[in-house]
C-alpha cells in the first residue's frame, strides 16, 4: 500500500520547535520529490517546503525561509521538517506529499498525501 505517515506535531510556545517526520511505503521513495505543505483553518493549503530527489536540492517558502529545514534520509524512507522559532501563524496542520515529477515544487501538483500532522503554536 502507497503511504505516508506524518508524525512529530504538538503544542508548542512561540519560539519553540518542532521536528516533524514523514515515514513513506510501497513506493520507491528516493525517486520521489517531497514537500510539506500546511492549512490553517479558514485558509488554502500552501506549500512550505520541498526536497528533490536527485541531488537533495531544497526550497522553501518565503515565510519559513531560514527558520525551517527539510532534509531526507532515504535508507529510512523518511522525511524531515526541523521548524525553529515558531510563530502562532504557524498553526496549521502540516501534509507531507511524494511525486516523481510535480510541475512545481511548492505546488499542489503532488500524486500522493499524508494525512497530516497538527501543530499549534502558542503565543
Known amino acids: 500500500e502507497v503511504q505516508l505517515v506524518e508524525s512529530g506535531g504538538g503544542l508548542v510556545q512561540a519560539g519553540g520547535s518542532l521536528r516533524l517526520s514523514c515515514a513513506a511505503s510501497?513506493?520507491?521513495?528516493?525517486?520521489?520529490?517531497i514537500g510539506w505543505f500546511r492549512q490553517a483553518p479558514g485558509k488554502e493549503r500552501e506549500g512550505v517546503s520541498c526536497i528533490s530527489s536527485s541531488d537533495g536540492s531544497t526550497n522553501y517558502a518565503d515565510f519559513v525561509q531560514g527558520r525551517f529545514t527539510i532534509s531526507r534520509d532515504n535508507a529510512k524512507n523518511t522525511v524531515y521538517l526541523q521548524m525553529n522559532s515558531l510563530k502562532p501563524e504557524d498553526t496549521a496542520v502540516y501534509y507531507c506529499a511524494a511525486d516523481l515529477n510535480p510541475p512545481r515544487c511548492l505546488g499542489y501538483e503532488y500524486n500522493i498525501w499524508g494525512q497530516g500532522t497538527q501543530v499549534t503554536v502558542s503565543s
Open positions: 510501497g513506493f520507491t521513495f528516493d525517486r520521489y520529490v
